[in-house]
C-alpha cells in the first residue's frame, strides 16, 4: 500500500509540473488584461522577468556547494517574492503571496498589504546578496542581502512621503514543496542614498527636437538608418544649432528581444552627432505607458544598460529624464509619478553621477517641481506668445538652476488662405516667441522636419490634431526650407552671441 501511496503522489508531482507548465505558456499567449488567482498565472512577466539579484561570495566555506544553477533558482525567487509583495500592496490582494512567502516572512508580508490600504508602497527594485548558511540536504538557504529600496506614502493627490535606501538584511528561504520561499526576513540598517545634483556649467544651447522626416516616434529606432541621421545632422548645424533633443522609446531599449540593437543604434547615432560636432539631449522613458511599481526594477535595468552608453560619449550634455510627465498625472496619479521621477533621478545619480539631469515639464506651471533634485530647469512653451517672457521670468526668480525651454514650436498647417496657420505665420510667430525667450539658458524647436504621417500613440487619435503635428517642421518632409528655418537660424546666432 505504501508503495501504491508514493506511486500515486509521484504521479500527481508530475502531472502538476505538466499542467504548469502548460499553465505557463498558455498564460503568455493571453491578453495582459486577465483577472488571475495566482502570482505565477497574473504576470505573463514574471517568468520571463529578469533575475534582480547579485551574487558574492559566502565569507566562509558552506557545508553544502553553492552552485551557478542554486544561484538563479535563489535569485529568480527571491527577485519574485518582493515584486509579488509590490503587487499584492498595490492591488490589496494578499493572496498571491502564498507561492514566494511561507512562516513569519507570509505573516508580515500579510500585514503590510493591510497597512498599504492607507497609501503606502515598498518597491525592492535589485538586490546584493552573499550566502552564509546553505543546509547540507539543501532544503534551507539564508544569507546576508542588501537591497535597494523605494518607499512612498500616499496622501490624498500628495506624496507625503518617499524615501530610496539601501536595506541591510538578513533573509532566510525554504525549499518547500513549490520550490524556494522567504521564510523571514529581518532588516537591521538602512542607508538612505543621495540625490545631489552635481551642478551646470554648460554654455547656452540652441536645439532642435529630432526625428527623420519618415520615421518619427515609434518608427525611428526600429528603422534606423545612419546616413539619413547624419545628413540630418548635417542640416542641424547648418542652421547653427549646437544641440540635438531625441527619444528613447520605453519598449524598445527595453525588451529583451530588441536591447542589443538599440544600445548599438544609440551607439551609432552618438558617434554621428560627436563627428558633426554637434551635443546632445537624450530623453528617456518616451511613449511609457505603465509607470506601476511593479516595473520600477524594469527601469532600473533599462537605466542600467543605456546610462553607460551615454557616459562614455563626449555628445552627451545632460539627459531628460521624461518628457512632459506633468500630462501624465491624470491617468496615472500625481504622487505616484512624482515618485518615480524621485526613484529614476536617485538611481541615475547612482550609476551615471557625472551626467546632469532633467525633466521636459510640458509648462511653466510645473517647472519647478523637483528643481531642488536637478541640475537644470526645463520645460515647453506653448502658451500666448505675449507672456512668454513673462513666464520664464517667474521660473528664473525662483530657482538657482539654468532654466532652459526644450520645446518650442508653431504649426504651418493651412486649410486656406493662412487657417489655421501657414509657412509665414509659422515663421513669424516662431521669431516673436524666440525673442521672447532669449534670456533662456537654451531654446529648442519642435522640430526639423515636417512628417507625412505621425504616430496616434503619440498625439492622439484626432485628425485635427494629427495634421496640425504634421506641419511643425522647418523643413518640409522632402527637405526643403520653410521661412521659419532662416528666422530659426538668426535667432540661434543671436541666442550664442550673448
Given at each position: 500500500?505504501?508503495?501504491?501511496l508514493a506511486?500515486?503522489?509521484?504521479?500527481?508531482?508530475?502531472?502538476?509540473?505538466?499542467?504548469?507548465g502548460?499553465?505557463?505558456?498558455?498564460?503568455?499567449?493571453r491578453?495582459?488584461?486577465?483577472?488571475?488567482?495566482y502570482?505565477?498565472?497574473?504576470l505573463?512577466?514574471?517568468?520571463?522577468?529578469?533575475?534582480?539579484?547579485?551574487?558574492?561570495?559566502p565569507?566562509?566555506?558552506?557545508?553544502?556547494?553553492?552552485?551557478?544553477?542554486?544561484a538563479?533558482?535563489?535569485?529568480q525567487?527571491?527577485?519574485e517574492?518582493?515584486?509579488?509583495?509590490?503587487?499584492?500592496?498595490?492591488?490589496?490582494?494578499?493572496?498571491?503571496?502564498?507561492?514566494?512567502?511561507?512562516?513569519?516572512?507570509?505573516?508580515?508580508?500579510?500585514?503590510s498589504?493591510?497597512d498599504?490600504?492607507l497609501?503606502?508602497?515598498?518597491?525592492?527594485?535589485?538586490q546584493?546578496?552573499?550566502?552564509?548558511?546553505?543546509?547540507?540536504?539543501?532544503?534551507v538557504?539564508?544569507?546576508?542581502v542588501?537591497m535597494l529600496?523605494?518607499?512612498?506614502?500616499?496622501?490624498?493627490?500628495?506624496?507625503?512621503?518617499?524615501?530610496?535606501v539601501m536595506?541591510?538584511a538578513?533573509?532566510?528561504?525554504m525549499?518547500e514543496?513549490?520550490?524556494?520561499r522567504v521564510?523571514?526576513h529581518?532588516?537591521y540598517a538602512?542607508?538612505e542614498m543621495?540625490?545631489s545634483?552635481?551642478g551646470?556649467g554648460?554654455?547656452?544651447?540652441?536645439?532642435?527636437?529630432?526625428?527623420p522626416?519618415a520615421?518619427?516616434?515609434q518608427?525611428?529606432?526600429?528603422?534606423?538608418?545612419?546616413?539619413?541621421?547624419?545628413?540630418?545632422?548635417?542640416?542641424?548645424?547648418?542652421?547653427?544649432?549646437?544641440?540635438?533633443?531625441?527619444?528613447?522609446?520605453?519598449e524598445?531599449?527595453?525588451?529583451?528581444?530588441?536591447?542589443?540593437d538599440?544600445l548599438?543604434r544609440?551607439?551609432?547615432?552618438?558617434f554621428?552627432?560627436?563627428?558633426?560636432?554637434l551635443k546632445v539631449?537624450p530623453?528617456?522613458?518616451d511613449?511609457k505607458?505603465?509607470f506601476?511599481?511593479t516595473v520600477w526594477?524594469q527601469?532600473?535595468?533599462t537605466?542600467?544598460?543605456?546610462?553607460?552608453?551615454?557616459?562614455?560619449?563626449?555628445?552627451?550634455v545632460?539627459v531628460?529624464?521624461?518628457n512632459?510627465?506633468?500630462?501624465?498625472?491624470?491617468?496615472?496619479?500625481r504622487?505616484?509619478i512624482?515618485?518615480?521621477?524621485?526613484?529614476?533621478?536617485?538611481?541615475?545619480?547612482m550609476e551615471?553621477?557625472?551626467?546632469?539631469l532633467?525633466i521636459?515639464w510640458s509648462?511653466?506651471?510645473?517647472?519647478?517641481?523637483?528643481?531642488?533634485?536637478?541640475d537644470?530647469?526645463t520645460?515647453?512653451?506653448?502658451?500666448?506668445?505675449?507672456?512668454?517672457?513673462a513666464?520664464?521670468?517667474?521660473?528664473?526668480?525662483?530657482?538657482?538652476?539654468?532654466?532652459?525651454?526644450?520645446?518650442?514650436?508653431?504649426?504651418?498647417?493651412e486649410?486656406?488662405?493662412?487657417?489655421?496657420?501657414?509657412?509665414?505665420?509659422?515663421?513669424?510667430?516662431l521669431?516673436?516667441?524666440?525673442?521672447?525667450l532669449?534670456?533662456a539658458?537654451?531654446?529648442?524647436?519642435w522640430?526639423?522636419?515636417?512628417?507625412?504621417?505621425v504616430?496616434?500613440?503619440?498625439?492622439?487619435?484626432s485628425a485635427?490634431?494629427?495634421?496640425?503635428?504634421e506641419r511643425?517642421?522647418?523643413?518640409?518632409?522632402?527637405?526643403?526650407?520653410?521661412?521659419a528655418a532662416?528666422?530659426?537660424?538668426?535667432?540661434f546666432?543671436?541666442l550664442l552671441s550673448?
Amino acid at each position: 500500500m505504501t508503495r501504491i501511496l508514493a506511486f500515486i503522489a509521484l504521479f500527481c508531482v508530475c502531472i502538476g509540473g505538466i499542467l504548469w507548465g502548460a499553465s505557463a505558456a498558455l498564460t503568455k499567449a493571453r491578453a495582459r488584461t486577465v483577472t488571475h488567482q495566482y502570482i505565477a498565472d497574473a504576470l505573463d512577466a514574471l517568468s520571463e522577468r529578469p533575475n534582480h539579484v547579485t551574487w558574492g561570495d559566502p565569507e566562509t566555506p558552506l557545508v553544502r556547494s553553492f552552485t551557478p544553477g542554486d544561484a538563479g533558482m535563489i535569485g529568480q525567487a527571491m527577485t519574485e517574492a518582493w515584486y509579488a509583495l509590490t503587487l499584492a500592496q498595490n492591488t490589496g490582494d494578499a493572496s498571491i503571496l502564498r507561492d514566494s512567502f511561507s512562516g513569519v516572512a507570509q505573516d508580515r508580508a500579510e500585514r503590510s498589504v493591510e497597512d498599504a490600504s492607507l497609501g503606502g508602497q515598498m518597491v525592492v527594485l535589485a538586490q546584493n546578496a552573499r550566502p552564509q548558511f546553505y543546509h547540507l540536504d539543501g532544503s534551507v538557504f539564508q544569507a546576508d542581502v542588501e537591497m535597494l529600496v523605494a518607499r512612498y506614502l500616499v496622501a490624498g493627490d500628495n506624496l507625503a512621503y518617499f524615501e530610496l535606501v539601501m536595506d541591510q538584511a538578513k533573509s532566510t528561504l525554504m525549499n518547500e514543496t513549490n520550490g524556494w520561499r522567504v521564510y523571514s526576513h529581518e532588516r537591521y540598517a538602512a542607508k538612505e542614498m543621495d540625490a545631489s545634483p552635481i551642478g551646470w556649467g554648460g554654455a547656452p544651447m540652441a536645439g532642435i527636437n529630432y526625428y527623420p522626416a519618415a520615421t518619427p516616434w515609434q518608427k525611428f529606432w526600429p528603422a534606423f538608418d545612419e546616413n539619413i541621421i547624419a545628413q540630418d545632422f548635417a542640416r542641424i548645424s547648418d542652421l547653427g544649432a549646437t544641440t540635438v533633443r531625441f527619444f528613447l522609446t520605453t519598449e524598445y531599449f527595453a525588451d529583451a528581444d530588441t536591447q542589443e540593437d538599440a544600445l548599438n543604434r544609440l551607439t551609432t547615432f552618438l558617434f554621428l552627432a560627436e563627428e558633426a560636432g554637434l551635443k546632445v539631449v537624450p530623453t528617456l522613458f518616451d511613449l511609457k505607458y505603465s509607470f506601476d511599481p511593479t516595473v520600477w526594477g524594469q527601469d532600473l535595468a533599462t537605466l542600467r544598460a543605456v546610462l553607460p552608453v551615454f557616459a562614455a560619449s563626449p555628445a552627451v550634455v545632460m539627459v531628460d529624464i521624461k518628457n512632459e510627465p506633468d500630462l501624465d498625472f491624470a491617468a496615472h496619479g500625481r504622487p505616484e509619478i512624482l515618485a518615480w521621477l524621485q526613484t529614476m533621478i536617485i538611481l541615475m545619480r547612482m550609476e551615471a553621477p557625472d551626467l546632469p539631469l532633467t525633466i521636459g515639464w510640458s509648462s511653466s506651471d510645473a517647472a519647478l517641481a523637483l528643481e531642488n533634485m536637478l541640475d537644470v530647469v526645463t520645460y515647453h512653451d506653448y502658451g500666448e506668445i505675449g507672456t512668454a517672457s513673462a513666464r520664464l521670468s517667474a521660473v528664473q526668480s525662483a530657482t538657482d538652476r539654468p532654466v532652459m525651454i526644450t520645446e518650442i514650436g508653431v504649426s504651418s498647417y493651412e486649410i486656406s488662405l493662412g487657417y489655421p496657420g501657414s509657412p509665414d505665420g509659422q515663421a513669424d510667430d516662431l521669431g516673436k516667441r524666440l525673442d521672447a525667450l532669449a534670456a533662456a539658458d537654451g531654446i529648442f524647436v519642435w522640430t526639423l522636419y515636417d512628417f507625412p504621417a505621425v504616430d496616434a500613440s503619440a498625439v492622439g487619435g484626432s485628425a485635427w490634431v494629427q495634421n496640425l503635428q504634421e506641419r511643425f517642421g522647418l523643413f518640409t518632409s522632402e527637405g526643403v526650407a520653410k521661412p521659419a528655418a532662416k528666422v530659426v537660424s538668426q535667432a540661434f546666432d543671436r541666442l550664442l552671441s550673448q
